[in-house]
């Protein structure tokens, strides 16, 4: 029988068989069927961005040196959510406040040289939790909880976006768990550069950006320093500035020489910063970030990944408030993976404004002379309780 394994596991001698997974449910699977020959051939492999192959132990002369269970793979890649969205959204609410207040412990606590990282560990795991049993309950949580303190909501939205993101690639629950915590301190050295710049209400000075960006490294070195800890954590963080074509920083990594945590958290950290509101900018609607992120593909990240992580968001994810072409008002339910355009929308508001009860679930790939005009702006959304309108959604549209 073939088993699933990381192309970094894989081996010359290793016969590789094409199980015939659709690509859109498996996009990082690697499918050409025949025999490894070469260091050379796998390095190529995983240039090519992919994540994981199935090989035939009974063809193959070698075995991988780690294997990875196929049935918990083949479920992570492709099993529906295995609760629905309304009922997610209570425990997820919980957990994600729960992290953004625990964030902003460690983070203050790491001003006074202190850095500790058990009582992380199970908080991390709960947003794993949560992702595995709906990832569209955290990721929605991400983008309509506002908390003045950004730097620490940052902290927790990189690591949902990092889980959910990886978890659709496949990875283990382990790698998951890695991820999450190298996640969850990425930003760790913010809290070693002076209070002033960090929280400038405007944007910064090339200066201040200067001493910005001295805490990729002191983050890194902070983390370095404690007693036990994973180096994949180290590593993730420390490297979630650092760019596909090298112009990153602390140290201008280029292509694989950046950890795949290294490069899935600077996805995440870049897309939330970009649909953040600060105090100086409203949120940048996610097909807005989205788009500027697809014009630094090859250049910011490996061809490939954004295309990936745009897949699994949605250009319109999960809780965006948006007008449709009638004039209605509605927010974003279920995404369409074949056809991002063309969610599902609960419409809330008629074009004169009045409510409509009980809100309307408008399945846009069925009503093709329906489209949605745009994401709508915080202001135009006032009137809007997205959280609200997603615990309370219709069972019959999940
Ligand atoms: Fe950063």
């Known amino acids: 029988m073939p088993l699933l394994v990381s192309v970094n596991n894989l081996r010359p001698g290793m016969y590789i068989v094409n199980t015939g997974a659709s690509w859109l449910e498996h996009p990082y699977l690697y499918t050409k069927e025949g025999l490894i020959r070469s260091q050379a051939e796998i390095a190529e492999i995983i240039n090519q961005g992919f994540s994981e192959a199935y090989y035939d132990p009974d063809q193959s002369a070698i075995q991988p040196e780690e294997k990875i269970s196929l049935e918990g793979v083949r479920n992570s890649l492709a099993a529906p959510p295995s609760v629905s969205l309304p009922e997610e959204l209570g425990a997820a609410e919980d957990a994600y406040t729960e992290c953004v207040n625990h964030a902003k412990s460690f983070m203050l606590e790491a001003r006074t040289g202190k850095v500790e990282l058990e009582s992380s560990r199970p908080l991390v795991c709960s947003i794993i939790d949560s992702v595995n049993r709906n990832a569209d309950a955290m990721t929605s949580l991400a983008k309509i909880k506002h908390y003045d303190e950004y730097t620490f909501a940052h902290c927790v939205n990189v690591t949902i976006f990092s889980v959910a993101f990886a978890k659709y690639l496949g990875f283990s629950n382990d790698q998951l768990y890695l991820l999450g915590m190298a996640g969850l301190f990425h930003d760790l050295g913010k809290m070693m550069v002076p209070v002033e710049i960090l929280n400038a209400p405007r944007r910064l000075t090339d200066e201040e950006f200067a001493v910005i960006k001295r805490h990729a490294r002191l983050g890194a070195d902070a983390l370095a320093g404690v007693k036990g800890i994973e180096k994949e954590i180290i590593e993730g963080a420390g490297q979630h500035h650092e760019r596909h074509d090298g112009?990153?920083?602390?140290?201008?990594?280029?292509?694989?020489?950046?950890?795949?945590?290294?490069?899935?958290?600077?996805?995440?950290?870049?897309?939330?910063?970009?649909?953040?509101?600060?105090?100086?900018?409203?949120?940048?609607?996610?097909?807005?970030?989205?788009?500027?992120?697809?014009?630094?593909?090859?250049?910011?990240?490996?061809?490939?990944?954004?295309?990936?992580?745009?897949?699994?968001?949605?250009?319109?994810?999960?809780?965006?408030?948006?007008?449709?072409?009638?004039?209605?008002?509605?927010?974003?339910?279920?995404?369409?993976?074949?056809?991002?355009?063309?969610?599902?929308?609960?419409?809330?508001?008629?074009?004169?404004?009045?409510?409509?009860?009980?809100?309307?679930a408008i399945d846009l790939a069925k009503h093709l002379d329906l489209k949605i005009t745009q994401p709508l702006a915080p202001s135009e959304a006032q009137d809007i309780d997205t959280l609200s309108v997603l615990k309370s959604m219709p069972e019959s549209i999940l």
């Open 247 to 360: 112009t990153g920083y602390p140290d201008g990594l280029c292509g694989t020489g950046i950890s795949p945590f290294g490069r899935i958290i600077s996805v995440a950290d870049c897309y939330d910063a970009l649909s953040a509101k600060r105090v100086y900018k409203d949120p940048m609607p996610p097909a807005k970030a989205l788009s500027l992120m697809y014009e630094m593909r090859g250049v910011a990240w490996a061809p490939g990944l954004v295309e990936h992580f745009i897949k699994m968001i949605g250009i319109y994810p999960v809780g965006t408030p948006v007008a449709l072409t009638s004039g209605f008002k509605g927010v974003i339910a279920k995404a369409n993976p074949t056809q991002p355009l063309h969610p599902v929308a609960v419409v809330v508001k008629s074009p004169n404004g009045k409510g409509i009860s009980p809100p309307r």
